[in-house]
């Protein structure tokens, strides 16, 4: 309790020496000549905004100074008389003596008379007595200022009302920039917490000693003793007692050495920092045990109070160190180092002694060893404050000296220092913020308990409680007000400079830290003139401090209790939150679309309609995370349950479910988002935000029930659109998995390269299914055994829904395409079973009836294939109603088959008459039928190869659509004969049979790749891409015995497949008269012909140089191609990376001839054909990466290709007797030298060597 007194006697004494500022004026920096303030005994008009690029930020704050107390100004009065009667030892240097009479000769303040008065105190008394009176700031080691527009933000600020906000725009009048280190200024600070001394005198005091019996880093720990009257030295000017770097102290009593305990050691030891191994001289430290982690820190902490309780001086030794070694430095601080030196020679020396070539420390080391090592470190420091916390954080001593290390280690120039220092003193000031949460709440009871007694009677009323309870609360309060004062010196000298550091990590630190602050403790920090920082820093360049930023904010705006002290904030930088939804980080944007949603639920009005379409737009996204966030912000604001809206009924009297209304709402959003191909999007994204998606019931009233009073019905684009909302429901609910494109993670771009294109695994309407299998729930994957039990419960109920409903939906809706082939995905994602288990026989037959007449009645394609894809899963041979659903399939294939025939016959007849339109109509039909069924069932049994052969075979008598619908059905004939083949292990005479089939087939399509129908050659294209993937030479190890059929393409077909792409695929597509859709069907379709080829590169079917023709247009074309050309170089190069470089040298090769050909063989180095073949190298060069070593061989045969090229026309004038001369095609080497760069020394030499061989 004596030392609790004093250190409340020590408090009370400081409060009282503390003094006000008597007025303010300006002065101009003597740097950058900016106005600065000197004083603050008014508050300072703090109009901040937006910082920007013309300066750092100068921050002024707002000051609010308390009016001193009757008691207090009394207690002034006679510190002030006590300053002037002492007499102080002249201790002054040199230095010294000159800063204090520059200090007198320029400062005209009142205070000035004082410090003239005082020449004789000790050295750092002088320092704080003759800096208290000026008003700088230091020059930060490293600043940042984030990049910020000066026209989309400072304007609207300036004109609001509130014009001491502390988010407006600082006149630059009363901007505080750099300063020297001989001004001081005056730091601003919580209107209920004292003012405390400012944190960069301390920082950067380098004063000696004026007594070397003194430690340098103690406080002084004399104390006014009433009773026996000593007087203690008195502190100048508005100095902290225990803020000081040149702390002060008597000399320690003399303390016998404590004998070893028995047992382990109480630190462990350590690794070196740079090789990872032992140390002998870490042994036994502090950092050595936080390093091996074999000890808890609880544990380390608890060793480490017991050495400071025993022998303070080297426990604080040992303390410094510990920060100085987790920085990474060898450096050792030594005992005659910490009792002469200042903390800014301590660091001056460690930083001659640091290593910093390798640019490696502890804390950014990625290895499990380290990264152990930082959690370690910072809970050791949250550690050593909470058991800290109830004496020795107000000894005067070790939190102030650690404080002025790590402020001073924060202002350091080497980055591990900076970035250490300010992680530590940021996880201090969070354990700090803890600390004052217990003694607030400690202070509150107690005033709750003597409230109590007090109002007790006088009779029952203990007075000796009530005069412990008053000491209590007293010492609370004066506790209270010291841990405050160290929070907003940690904040003033650390986080205010650290939060715009150059280095991304310590600003990302600084944001995270003040979340916390705001959040555990928001009666101090949750304010505007916190805020501000945070809502600055939303600007910052690098994407993990915006995230940081976000994150701070969220826990703020989701607590209703907090919401009202953001208002000014959400005002100020709103427009910046909803901006950075549309980040460019996915992850950033994701936590701004989530942080503008806690936004929405507390205040609708805040924003705007636009604010809310920008937001809109992203549930189509391909970003998945991204997207439903999103769409959580379209739940809250447009599908909330009206609970008071009267139910509505249908024309049979049935009532409505409560979704109903959102549910059309819903269509409405779907249909003016114009995306009606990308429904899939919308409901994956809103699948686990809006319970309506799986209100089956609501969604099937819709559609088949009639309106009621008073409801409006549906128009046919309505109906249509909330047909395909309920297919994918329906999906989502069997199948659980995200649609094609869209990513759980990753990059994500708003233009959405993969959604528009329609992604890698489309089907096309043929049934090919390139490049995918089919869809359905049989490629689910679900990540636990409770969400598969869900999605299993979630199909269930859907099916039973819909097993009811679909006979009559197809029915109502059947005789349009777009909707029957909609709802005929239905059955592909259903529980077939509950046909049997639940008694629905007879929805089976009319299912079955009602796919039989659309089949006979459309001849869409991508109907024709979704009925087929129906038959295949009701057919599937383990289902029990498998057996009833093949017999009416087969039905219906015969039926098929004969309308086939027929239809040949007419087309094809003996009397040699042409066929007219019916014909040809009747053909046609008769075999999209025949292809949509062929892609998905066995119909070899059916003997219909040879006529749809022969009808391939005459493309010189039939149209061309009717031999593009043989090919298709020859193609799928052939995979079905090879499936047999695999599966029966047939006979050597099938194979043979298969082969001949094969080659016929190959000399087909080769012979229709030029044909003037685009259908016909499409369809050739795509058959002999996938053929030549299908019967390729691995065939030969799934089937050895039998000598399968192998097809394998030679030089001919190589080129005539380029040909084909140079003259289908790039091309200018400038048609102004055809519509966007068709334009976007083109390109999907060019895109799919290309990638078709490109596969054949990667997978070795043809050689990589094959591919060289089509890299000329790598530039022209990159709008359109450039991701599938990118991806094939490095696919190729990861095979065969010595030839996709010389590939490149080919291309560029290619390009120089047609320059040459076009320039009469006259190619001048500044025309513009060899600008841009050097651009087209510059652009592939780019495509090798960095890895000089990785690319060593590619780029020597590149460099050799190119060498060949040049001397081989040379070479051959010379094998015909003329004089060789110098070779035409020698330019082409500074097409060659665009790569040179990426050249190893000892190869340049090398191919140098080789040029001077060949060379003439």
């Given at each position: 309790?004596?030392?609790?007194?004093?250190v409340?006697?020590?408090m009370?004494?400081y409060?009282a020496?503390?003094?006000?500022?008597?007025?303010s004026?300006?002065?101009?920096h003597?740097?950058t000549g900016?106005?600065?303030?000197e004083g603050?005994?008014?508050?300072?008009?703090?109009?901040?905004g937006?910082?920007?690029?013309?300066?750092?930020?100068?921050h002024?704050?707002?000051s609010?100074?308390?009016?001193?107390?009757?008691?207090q100004?009394?207690?002034m009065?006679?510190?002030m008389?006590?300053?002037r009667?002492?007499?102080?030892?002249?201790?002054?240097?040199d230095?010294n003596?000159?800063l204090v009479k520059s200090?007198?000769n320029h400062?005209?303040?009142?205070?000035?008379q004082?410090?003239q008065?005082?020449i004789?105190m000790?050295?750092?008394?002088?320092i704080?007595?003759?800096?208290q009176?000026n008003n700088?700031?230091?020059t930060?080691?490293a600043?940042?200022?984030?990049?910020?527009?000066h026209?989309?933000?400072h304007?609207p600020?300036l004109?609001d009302?509130?014009?001491?906000?502390?988010y407006?725009?600082q006149?630059?009048?009363?901007?505080l920039?750099?300063a020297?280190h001989l001004?001081?200024p005056?730091?601003?600070y919580?209107?209920?917490?004292?003012?405390?001394q400012?944190p960069?005198?301390?920082?950067?005091?380098?004063?000696?000693?004026?007594?070397?019996?003194?430690?340098?880093?103690?406080l002084?720990?004399?104390?006014?003793n009433?009773?026996?009257?000593?007087?203690?030295?008195?502190?100048?000017g508005n100095?902290?007692p225990?803020?000081?770097?040149?702390f002060?102290?008597?000399?320690?009593?003399?303390?016998p050495?404590?004998?070893?305990?028995?047992g382990?050691?109480?630190?462990?030891?350590t690794?070196?920092?740079?090789?990872g191994?032992?140390?002998d001289e870490?042994?036994h430290?502090l950092?050595?045990a936080?390093r091996?982690?074999?000890?808890a820190p609880?544990?380390?902490?608890?060793?480490w109070?017991?050495?400071y309780?025993t022998?303070?001086?080297p426990a604080?030794?040992e303390l410094i160190?510990?920060?100085?070694?987790?920085?990474?430095?060898?450096g050792k601080?030594t005992?005659?180092?910490?009792?002469?030196?200042?903390?800014?020679?301590?660091?001056r020396?460690?930083?001659?002694?640091?290593?910093?070539?390798?640019g490696?420390?502890?804390?950014?080391q990625?290895?499990?060893?380290w990264?152990?090592?930082?959690?370690?470190?910072v809970?050791?420091?949250?550690?050593?404050?909470?058991?800290?916390q109830?004496?020795i954080?107000y000894?005067?001593c070790m939190?102030?000296q650690?404080?002025?290390?790590l402020t001073?280690?924060?202002?350091?120039?080497?980055r591990?220092?900076r970035?250490?220092?300010t992680l530590a003193a940021?996880?201090?000031?969070?354990?700090?913020?803890?600390v004052?949460?217990?003694v607030?709440?400690?202070?509150?009871?107690?005033?709750?308990?003597?409230?109590?007694?007090?109002?007790?009677?006088?009779?029952?009323?203990a007075?000796?409680?009530?005069?412990v309870?008053?000491?209590?609360?007293?010492?609370?309060?004066e506790?209270m007000?010291?841990?405050?004062?160290?929070?907003?010196?940690i904040?003033k000298?650390?986080?205010?400079?650290?939060?715009?550091?150059?280095?991304?990590e310590?600003?990302?630190?600084?944001?995270?830290?003040?979340?916390?602050?705001?959040r555990?403790y928001?009666a101090?920090?949750?304010?505007?003139?916190?805020?501000?920082?945070?809502?600055?820093?939303?600007?910052?360049?690098?994407?993990?401090v915006?995230?940081?930023?976000?994150?701070?904010?969220q826990?703020?705006?989701?607590?209703?209790?907090?919401?009202n002290n953001?208002e000014?904030?959400?005002?100020?930088?709103?427009?910046?939150l909803?901006?950075?939804?549309?980040d460019?980080?996915?992850e950033?944007?994701v936590?701004?679309?989530?942080?503008?949603?806690?936004?929405?639920?507390?205040?609708d009005s805040?924003?705007?309609?636009k604010?809310?379409e920008?937001?809109y737009?992203?549930?189509?996204?391909t970003?998945?995370p991204?997207a439903?966030a999103?769409a959580?912000f379209?739940?809250?604001k447009l599908?909330?349950?009206?609970?008071?809206?009267?139910?509505?009924r249908?024309?049979?009297g049935?009532?409505r479910?409560?979704?109903?209304?959102?549910?059309?709402d819903?269509?409405?959003?779907?249909?003016?988002?114009?995306?009606h191909?990308?429904?899939?999007?919308?409901?994956?994204?809103?699948?686990?935000?809006?319970q309506?998606l799986r209100d089956?019931?609501a969604m099937l009233d819709?559609l088949?029930?009639?309106?009621?009073?008073?409801?409006?019905a549906?128009?046919?684009?309505?109906e249509?659109?909330?047909?395909?909302?309920?297919?994918c429901?329906?999906?989502q609910?069997?199948?659980?998995?995200?649609?094609v494109g869209?990513?759980?993670?990753?990059?994500h771009?708003?233009?959405n390269?993969?959604?528009?294109?329609?992604?890698a695994?489309a089907?096309?309407?043929?049934?090919r299914?390139?490049g995918?299998?089919?869809?359905?729930p049989g490629?689910?994957?679900?990540?636990?055994t409770?969400?598969?039990?869900a999605?299993?419960?979630?199909r269930?109920?859907?099916?039973e829904?819909m097993?009811?409903?679909?006979?009559?939906?197809l029915?109502k809706y059947?005789e349009?395409p777009e909707r029957?082939t909609?709802?005929?995905a239905?059955?592909?994602?259903?529980?077939?079973e509950?046909?049997?288990?639940?008694?629905?026989?007879?929805h089976?037959d009319l299912l079955l009836?009602?796919?039989?007449?659309?089949v006979?009645?459309h001849?869409d394609?991508?109907?024709?294939?979704?009925?087929?894809?129906?038959?295949?899963?009701?057919?599937l041979?383990?289902?029990?109603?498998?057996?009833?659903?093949q017999?009416?399939?087969?039905t219906?294939l015969?039926?098929l088959?004969?309308l086939?025939?027929?239809a040949?016959?007419?087309y094809f007849?003996d009397?040699?008459e042409e066929p007219?339109?019916?014909?040809e109509?009747?053909?046609?039909a008769?075999?999209?039928?025949i292809?949509?069924f062929?892609?998905?069932?066995?119909?070899?049994?059916?003997?219909?190869?040879?006529?749809?052969?022969r009808i391939?075979?005459?493309?010189?008598d039939?149209?061309?659509d009717v031999?593009?619908?043989?090919i298709c059905?020859?193609?799928h004939?052939?995979?079905?004969?090879?499936k047999?083949?695999?599966?029966?292990?047939?006979?050597?005479?099938?194979?043979n049979k298969?082969?001949?089939?094969?080659?016929l087939y190959?000399d087909?399509?080769?012979?229709?790749?030029d044909?003037?129908h685009k259908?016909?050659?499409?369809e050739?294209?795509f058959?002999?891409c996938?053929?030549l993937?299908?019967?390729?030479r691995?065939?030969c190890?799934?089937?050895?015995?039998l000598h399968?059929p192998?097809?394998v393409?030679d030089?001919?077909l190589e080129?005539k497949?380029?040909?084909?792409?140079e003259q289908r695929?790039?091309i200018?597509?400038d048609?102004e008269?055809?519509?966007?859709?068709a334009?976007f069907?083109s390109?999907h379709e060019r895109?799919?012909?290309?990638s078709?080829?490109f596969k054949?590169?990667?997978?070795?079917m043809?050689?990589v140089?094959?591919?060289?023709?089509?890299?000329?247009?790598?530039?022209r074309?990159?709008?359109?191609?450039g991701?599938?050309?990118k991806?094939?170089?490095?696919?190729?190069?990861?095979?065969?990376?010595v030839?996709t470089a010389?590939?490149?040298?080919?291309?560029?090769e290619l390009?120089y001839l047609q320059v040459e050909?076009?320039?009469?063989?006259?190619?001048?180095?500044?025309?513009?054909?060899i600008?841009?073949?050097?651009e087209?190298a510059?652009r592939?060069?780019?495509?090798?990466?960095l890895?000089?070593?990785?690319?060593?061989e590619?780029?020597v045969?590149?460099?050799?290709?190119?060498i060949?090229?040049c001397?081989?026309?040379?070479a051959?004038t010379?094998?015909?007797?003329?004089p060789?001369g110098?070779?035409?095609?020698?330019?082409?080497l500074?097409v060659?030298?665009e790569f040179?760069?990426?050249?190893?020394?000892p190869?340049?030499k090398?191919?140098?060597?080789?040029?001077?061989?060949?060379?003439?």
């Amino acid at each position: 309790m004596a030392a609790s007194m004093d250190v409340n006697l020590q408090m009370d004494q400081y409060h009282a020496r503390h003094p006000h500022v008597a007025g303010s004026s300006l002065s101009s920096h003597p740097n950058t000549g900016h106005l600065q303030h000197e004083g603050a005994n008014s508050r300072l008009p703090s109009q901040f905004g937006i910082p920007s690029q013309a300066h750092h930020f100068g921050h002024v704050h707002d000051s609010y100074v308390n009016p001193a107390s009757s008691v207090q100004q009394m207690l002034m009065q006679q510190q002030m008389q006590h300053q002037r009667s002492v007499s102080f030892a002249p201790q002054v240097y040199d230095s010294n003596e000159r800063l204090v009479k520059s200090l007198s000769n320029h400062d005209t303040s009142p205070h000035s008379q004082v410090n003239q008065m005082h020449i004789q105190m000790p050295t750092h008394q002088q320092i704080s007595r003759s800096l208290q009176s000026n008003n700088p700031s230091v020059t930060p080691s490293a600043q940042y200022s984030p990049a910020i527009e000066h026209g989309s933000h400072h304007s609207p600020i300036l004109k609001d009302t509130y014009n001491a906000s502390n988010y407006q725009m600082q006149d630059q009048s009363h901007v505080l920039t750099h300063a020297s280190h001989l001004q001081q200024p005056v730091y601003p600070y919580h209107s209920d917490a004292s003012r405390i001394q400012n944190p960069q005198a301390t920082a950067h005091s380098t004063t000696e000693l004026s007594s070397p019996q003194y430690p340098g880093h103690h406080l002084p720990m004399q104390v006014n003793n009433s009773a026996s009257g000593d007087n203690e030295v008195p502190h100048s000017g508005n100095q902290h007692p225990h803020m000081s770097t040149a702390f002060q102290t008597p000399s320690a009593p003399y303390v016998p050495p404590v004998k070893k305990r028995r047992g382990r050691p109480p630190i462990h030891p350590t690794f070196d920092v740079a090789a990872g191994t032992l140390s002998d001289e870490d042994e036994h430290t502090l950092y050595g045990a936080i390093r091996s982690g074999r000890v808890a820190p609880q544990t380390v902490v608890d060793d480490w109070i017991e050495q400071y309780k025993t022998n303070r001086e080297p426990a604080m030794l040992e303390l410094i160190q510990f920060f100085i070694s987790c920085s990474g430095c060898k450096g050792k601080v030594t005992p005659e180092m910490y009792s002469r030196l200042s903390h800014t020679d301590i660091i001056r020396r460690m930083t001659e002694e640091f290593d910093e070539e390798s640019g490696e420390y502890p804390l950014i080391q990625s290895s499990p060893i380290w990264k152990r090592f930082r959690s370690n470190f910072v809970e050791f420091i949250q550690v050593l404050i909470r058991q800290c916390q109830y004496s020795i954080i107000y000894d005067q001593c070790m939190i102030d000296q650690v404080i002025s290390l790590l402020t001073g280690l924060t202002d350091s120039q080497v980055r591990a220092f900076r970035h250490t220092s300010t992680l530590a003193a940021m996880k201090m000031m969070t354990a700090l913020v803890d600390v004052a949460l217990n003694v607030s709440i400690n202070r509150d009871n107690t005033q709750r308990q003597y409230e109590a007694e007090r109002s007790k009677m006088q009779n029952r009323r203990a007075s000796d409680r009530l005069e412990v309870l008053m000491q209590r609360r007293q010492e609370l309060e004066e506790n209270m007000d010291e841990v405050k004062n160290m929070l907003i010196y940690i904040f003033k000298g650390i986080f205010v400079h650290r939060y715009r550091d150059s280095q991304a990590e310590i600003r990302a630190i600084c944001m995270q830290e003040i979340g916390v602050w705001m959040r555990r403790y928001p009666a101090m920090f949750l304010d505007d003139s916190y805020l501000k920082y945070v809502g600055w820093t939303l600007y910052d360049r690098i994407g993990d401090v915006r995230l940081q930023c976000l994150r701070a904010l969220q826990p703020l705006y989701e607590d209703p209790a907090l919401i009202n002290n953001l208002e000014l904030f959400t005002s100020r930088f709103k427009s910046r939150l909803v901006d950075m939804t549309l980040d460019k980080e996915t992850e950033v944007a994701v936590q701004a679309v989530k942080l503008v949603s806690c936004i929405l639920k507390h205040s609708d009005s805040v924003l705007e309609d636009k604010d809310c379409e920008n937001i809109y737009e992203l549930v189509y996204c391909t970003h998945r995370p991204l997207a439903q966030a999103a769409a959580e912000f379209l739940t809250l604001k447009l599908f909330e349950v009206d609970s008071h809206a009267p139910p509505t009924r249908t024309r049979k009297g049935k009532k409505r479910s409560e979704n109903t209304p959102l549910i059309r709402d819903l269509v409405q959003f779907f249909i003016e988002s114009e995306l009606h191909e990308h429904a899939t999007y919308l409901i994956d994204s809103l699948w686990d935000q809006c319970q309506m998606l799986r209100d089956w019931e609501a969604m099937l009233d819709l559609l088949l029930e009639e309106p009621g009073r008073g409801e409006t019905a549906m128009d046919a684009n309505e109906e249509t659109s909330l047909i395909e909302i309920m297919v994918c429901c329906v999906r989502q609910a069997a199948s659980g998995e995200s649609p094609v494109g869209r990513q759980a993670g990753g990059h994500h771009s708003h233009s959405n390269t993969n959604m528009q294109t329609g992604g890698a695994n489309a089907q096309d309407a043929s049934g090919r299914g390139r490049g995918g299998g089919p869809a359905g729930p049989g490629s689910s994957s679900v990540s636990s055994t409770r969400e598969a039990r869900a999605l299993t419960e979630e199909r269930h109920r859907m099916t039973e829904a819909m097993i009811t409903a679909l006979p009559a939906l197809l029915s109502k809706y059947g005789e349009s395409p777009e909707r029957a082939t909609n709802l005929l995905a239905i059955p592909t994602y259903m529980e077939m079973e509950l046909y049997t288990t639940g008694r629905h026989e007879r929805h089976l037959d009319l299912l079955l009836q009602g796919v039989q007449e659309i089949v006979e009645r459309h001849t869409d394609p991508h109907a024709l294939l979704a009925c087929a894809r129906v038959y295949e899963s009701l057919c599937l041979d383990e289902l029990s109603i498998a057996a009833k659903c093949q017999t009416v399939r087969g039905t219906l294939l015969d039926h098929l088959v004969d309308l086939y025939r027929d239809a040949f016959l007419n087309y094809f007849n003996d009397q040699g008459e042409e066929p007219d339109q019916d014909d040809e109509f009747h053909i046609v039909a008769a075999l999209k039928r025949i292809n949509a069924f062929y892609s998905c069932h066995d119909l070899s049994g059916l003997d219909l190869w040879d006529s749809l052969i022969r009808i391939a075979q005459s493309g010189n008598d039939a149209s061309g659509d009717v031999v593009a619908q043989a090919i298709c059905c020859c193609y799928h004939a052939l995979l079905w004969n090879l499936k047999r083949l695999q599966e029966s292990e047939m006979d050597k005479t099938e194979s043979n049979k298969l082969r001949r089939q094969l080659n016929l087939y190959m000399d087909i399509c080769i012979g229709y790749l030029d044909h003037s129908h685009k259908r016909l050659a499409s369809e050739s294209f795509f058959s002999i891409c996938d053929l030549l993937v299908v019967f390729s030479r691995n065939l030969c190890d799934h089937m050895p015995n039998l000598h399968p059929p192998i097809y394998v393409a030679d030089r001919d077909l190589e080129l005539k497949l380029t040909n084909y792409l140079e003259q289908r695929v790039f091309i200018d597509d400038d048609d102004e008269e055809e519509d966007e859709s068709a334009k976007f069907e083109s390109l999907h379709e060019r895109r799919k012909q290309l990638s078709s080829f490109f596969k054949l590169v990667v997978f070795n079917m043809i050689p990589v140089r094959a591919a060289a023709p089509l890299y000329k247009y790598y530039i022209r074309s990159f709008n359109d191609f450039g991701d599938i050309m990118k991806s094939t170089l490095a696919k190729a190069r990861e095979h065969h990376r010595v030839n996709t470089a010389r590939m490149i040298a080919h291309c560029l090769e290619l390009c120089y001839l047609q320059v040459e050909a076009a320039s009469n063989n006259h190619v001048e180095r500044g025309s513009e054909g060899i600008q841009a073949v050097k651009e087209l190298a510059r652009r592939l060069n780019l495509s090798f990466g960095l890895d000089l070593i990785k690319i060593r061989e590619s780029m020597v045969a590149l460099h050799l290709e190119g060498i060949q090229f040049c001397v081989s026309r040379a070479a051959s004038t010379a094998a015909s007797g003329h004089p060789p001369g110098v070779p035409s095609n020698l330019l082409f080497l500074e097409v060659v030298s665009e790569f040179s760069n990426k050249l190893l020394r000892p190869d340049k030499k090398n191919i140098s060597e080789h040029i001077r061989r060949v060379s003439f």
